[in-house]
């Protein structure tokens, strides 16, 4: 799923340059959203009215986050090569990455990555774009905050209606900078372009991203995006013709092994919903508040022989967001609607203990 996100990604990037001529990059992004923000809402049925309010505020930051991305990269695009754009804008995610890491190694990776940078920019040639270079930075700015972003929404929506609400967003944002602009010049050839490009980014590699990152741990989705600088080499050999020169495949090839390393060394071990809720209920329910593991690692995420929920000191306190996160997953499985909102600590483990029951997951 993430290796076909990215393949979409550039495909529809590099596809995009076409329309440059057209409407202009800032054009091409508000036709590919406005498309998304109709056809997102009227597939996944986003309830927004039921978002907590820090949830809703999150998505919505998330959506404005979304289109400045975009915005950015496609302006670095229309004044640098794709993979060079590309490589730029994948130092958001790494630096995510380095500061999320521990130890001094951490501190390699940035020198390795500005290298690359470096020749892939050749600064000393004169010939770069600074412009172009500035909106791929700025774009790499926008990507770390949409990372932090989608980890916040995705914790606590169900399937892909943040998705769904963060793109609506986006289209608001683009359409009040871009739209004055392009209205006038939509043709319905420009129409159904805009619709297959939609499909193309951001409709089918956001969503895949979302559910990849379901299975996927940390360290393994963030190694297999270090990809995605070469996937947009190939994209623009391919579709634009740009021929990569020796010191830009080096370039790309230092940005690439510093991704790899940060997410190798800034990965959070073992970190899931399941996980969290096991050690809170470990830990709240004995009563001893350490969240110390017993020795049988077998149990489900709501064994504990030591207390019964309604017991629990802080139970009648709202739900954590771990607990709330496997509940919506639980429910999805078990096929059930529920109201998560209103639920105590206490409430949402003896609903964890019913729908694993149901989902097959109690076994």
């Keep these: 799923m993430t ?7 550039q495909l529809g990037l590099a596809l995009s340059v076409h329309l440059f001529g057209q409407v202009g990059p800032l054009g091409v992004v508000w036709l590919r959203l406005a498309w998304a923000a109709l056809i997102l809402p009227m597939v996944f049925r986003p309830r927004a009215r039921r978002f907590r309010r820090q949830v809703l505020l999150a998505t919505v930051a998330l959506g404005v986050v979304t289109a400045a991305m975009t915005m950015l990269f496609m302006s670095a695009v229309a004044r640098l090569p794709l993979g060079t754009a590309s490589a730029l804008e994948f130092l958001g995610p790494l630096g995510v990455a380095v500061v999320r890491g521990r130890g001094a190694r951490r501190l390699l990776w940035p020198a390795l990555a500005a290298a690359g940078v470096l020749l892939l920019t050749h600064p000393w040639q004169g010939h770069a774009s600074l412009l172009g270079i500035a909106c791929a930075l700025g774009a790499a700015l926008c990507w770390a905050g949409y990372i932090l972003l989608t980890q916040a929404v995705g914790d606590e929506v169900a399937g892909l209606q943040g998705l769904a609400v963060s793109i609506a967003t986006a289209a608001l944002v683009t359409t009040v900078i871009a739209g004055p602009a392009v209205i006038p010049l939509l043709t319905p050839q420009l129409l159904l372009q805009g619709l297959g490009l939609a499909v193309l980014v951001p409709m089918v590699p956001f969503s895949l991203e979302m559910l990849a990152l379901r ?5 393994a989705f963030g190694t297999l ?3 995605e600088p070469v996937t947009a080499l190939a994209a623009g050999l391919v579709v634009l013709h740009q021929v990569p020169r020796l010191w830009a495949l080096l370039g790309v090839a230092f940005v690439i092994a510093a991704g790899i390393g940060a997410e190798r060394t800034g990965a959070r071990a073992g970190h899931s919903p399941a996980t969290e809720i096991k050690n809170y209920v470990r830990s709240d329910g004995a009563g001893v508040g350490s969240g110390v593991m017993s020795d049988n690692e077998n149990l489900s995420p709501q064994d504990n022989p ?3 929920p309604q017991e629990w000191v802080t139970g009648d306190e709202p739900m954590t967001g771990p607990q709330k996160s496997y509940l919506q997953t639980l429910a999805r499985e078990a096929g059930r609607d529920i109201d998560l909102d209103r639920l105590s600590k206490a409430d949402a483990s003896v609903l964890i203990d019913e729908l694993q029951e149901v989902s097959g997951r109690g076994n």
């Design 215 to 219: 299975r996927l741990n940390a360290a």
């Design 3 to 9: 290796l076909g996100s990215m393949s979409c990604v």
């Design 306 to 308: 030591a207390k019964d």
């Design 225 to 227: 995006m270090c990809l």
